[in-house]
């Protein structure tokens, strides 16, 4: 009996001994095992904000109005519109046949004009002739003086009369003429208030023309901004269409509004641009430039009203930093504070992190520089 106990107390102490040793063993290996690996939570492009120079503007507002307008009106009245040639929107050039009034009328008048130049004409040939009989006769004495008088006055008097008639028949035919109704510059056709058959007075405004097919932007801006304006500046504008426009300072009002203090900066357009009178617009006037560090649009992450940007640190984690933003242009960002130049951001992707995840670098975003930045600003690769 003694000796079962004595065996079985010993199988008790070995499997003590070997259930220690096992663990041992597996702490060991525990502890000799490499760390595990922590999951990237995304694969991200990387880029470095780069320095440029930026154009710096006023931003503005206004309408799109005519650069001028030439209103063509009837210049003879108590005349018929026989026919008219163009319609709203038509170009046309300057001296064309926008609309004739009935001649009849006027060309009677013409003629009549003829036929009494042509009798002055007459009248004017035998006064002459009677005028150089006297003269002839004169030193013989064969007229009485005041006979040669007649004859000589007569003749003045029929040169006179003469001149008179032929400037008579030409009104007639100026007014001839003032039957076509023609187009004092080239343009486009912006309003007519003719109608086929009206009866016209002198002075009634027919049509208007947009002079040269030119458009102006007419900037508000605020009195303070004023003196920063020149002409020759150029400016950039959106149209409602969402087409942009770029145009040129052509004069700056001398005087601001009394009521709003703004002041209206007129900019000349190109001839060919989809700009509408009438349209309504905002953009920049540019008064310069200045050097800017930007990064692409893709890289600044709106979160909760502020804007921020993921930085990868050496370990390839992620800091999510608080920056201050200010102009864009041509899909970049002007950081203005929150990271330093030889930053490592996150181009693409950043709205999936967080601060503090691991990411895998796969490449590097390449860095482009606003259209306005001149090569030698250019960041290096």
Known sequence: MKNHSSLASRFVQTLLLATSLTTLSAITHAEDAPPAATNAALAVTITNPSAADWNSGITASGTLSPWQEAIVASEIGGQRIAKLLVDIGDKVKQGQTLAILAPEAVQADVAQATARVTQAEASLDEAKTNAGRARTLKSSG?????????????????????????????????????????????????????????????GTELFRLVRQNKIEWRAEVAGRDVASIQTGQSANLTLPTGESVSGIVRVVSPTLDANTRNATVYIS???????????????????????????????????????????????????????KTGRQADGKVEILEGITPAARVVATGGAFLNDGDTVQIIDKAPETAPNNASNRDKPKP
């Open 142 to 202: 064969a007229l009485p003086a005041q006979q040669i008088d007649q004859y000589l006055t007569g003749e003045a008097t029929a040169k006179a009369n003469l001149a008179a008639q032929k400037a008579a028949l030409q009104a007639q035919q100026i007014r001839l003429e003032q039957t076509r109704i023609t187009a004092p510059d080239n343009g486009i056709v912006s309003s007519r208030s003719a109608t086929l058959g009206a009866v016209v007075q002198t």
């Open 269 to 323: 357009l190109p001839s060919d641009s989809p700009a509408k009178a009438g349209m309504f617009a905002e953009g920049q006037i540019l008064t310069g430039s200045s050097k800017a560090m930007g990064l692409p649009q893709s890289a600044v992450i709106l979160r909760d009203g502020n804007r921020y940007v993921f930085e990868v640190n050496a370990d390839n984690h992620v800091l999510q930093r608080l920056v």
